[in-house]
């Protein structure tokens, strides 16, 4: 089913880290939790490619007729993209034939329109396929205050004061992806995979949106990771412990290029400011099984940042 997506910007106004989480609306008598988050994120130099894709689930007796996605990034984002559906398959067969250890021999062990809220500001709108793109800016303190009239008028249930201190305090820039059916269905699917959405921001190092899916339940998450620089693990420990990081057995910081890329990955690339770079690529894949379960996301102090070499 396609969805029609309406994607809005609140950007602050100091760097910081990312954060995502799905809400219903306000009236809705359910809940909206999440199976898997899968990406791949590509950092360079400042600056970083995330293509961001979500395995949704609504619990409830009917449907909602929209729900909303919200992802934050350091820096407001200077390109949108649609990635390939085709991406993240690609990206499991690339880990499976470079990363992922053979097995032994047998034997061995083994937005809406309407007055703009005290503390925002409109940006220029932008269309990218389905999303609807309007960036707002959050202006000093109100960003907070901001958001939630925003969310208030859509419908949605306002944050928490706690839930956001950390990200106010840091100037995140708030991305609200509104989600609703296509024209001929009246409400959302129930469960399902979003299209993926490919942000490109500048951040000094390599990280992803995790922290804001504290109430997102339990759910696995595996990310394809691509650097300049080789992936530092002793250095991002403290990070892989958070995720209840698995995939220990696989090999580290392969060395990829373009021609050894997938058609898709390079489609990504393409889009990026290395498009006409030449070089190699050090390609990790994280995967993680039962995220926010023991160490919870809630209790994290930062989000999740990876350490280079």
């Avoid at 709108?125 to 008028?153: C, F, M």
């Avoid at 990310?223 to 892989?240: E, K, M, P, V």
């Avoid at 995720?243 to 050894?260: C, D, E, F, P």
């Amino acid at each position: 089913m396609t969805h029609r997506l309406t994607l809005l910007v609140l950007a602050g106004l100091t760097a910081a880290d990312v954060w995502s989480c799905c809400m219903v609306p306000a009236t809705y008598e359910g809940s909206i939790g999440q199976d898997a988050q899968e990406a791949v994120l590509i950092h360079r130099g400042d600056r970083e490619e995330l293509v961001l894709r979500i395995n949704y689930r609504i619990a409830g007796q009917r449907m909602p007729d929209r729900f909303a996605w919200v992802v934050t990034t350091p820096r407001e984002p200077d390109a949108y993209a649609l990635a390939d559906e085709k991406l993240f398959r690609d990206m499991f067969a690339l880990s499976a034939k470079l990363l992922v250890p053979k097995p032994r021999r047998k034997g061995t062990r083994g937005a809406t329109d309407g007055a703009i809220p005290a503390g925002l500001e409109l940006g220029k709108r932008v269309q990218v396929g389905p999303y609807d793109i309007q960036p707002v800016r959050g202006v000093g303190p109100h960003a907070l205050t901001g958001l939630n009239t925003w969310l208030d008028k859509n419908g949605f249930p306002a944050e928490e004061p706690d839930h956001m201190t950390y990200f106010v305090r840091n100037g995140f820039t708030f991305l609200c992806v509104r989600i609703t059916p296509p024209a001929e269905a009246e409400a959302v699917a129930g469960n399902g995979l979003l299209p993926p959405l490919h942000l490109s921001f500048q951040t000094p190092a390599p990280y992803y949106p995790l922290r804001f899916s504290s109430r997102q339940g339990v759910f696995d998450v595996n990310l394809h990771i691509l650097t300049q620089d080789r992936l530092d693990y002793g250095r991002s420990a403290a990070t892989l412990a958070k995720l209840n990081w698995t995939s220990q057995s696989y090999r580290r910081n392969a060395k990829v290029t373009r021609r050894t890329m997938p058609e898709t990955l390079r489609e990504v690339l393409g889009k990026s400011v290395w498009k006409n770079t030449p070089g190699r690529w050090h390609y990790n894949n994280v995967r993680c099984s039962q995220v926010n379960r023991g160490n919870t996301i809630s209790t994290w102090e930062e989000d999740i940042t990876f350490a280079t070499e």
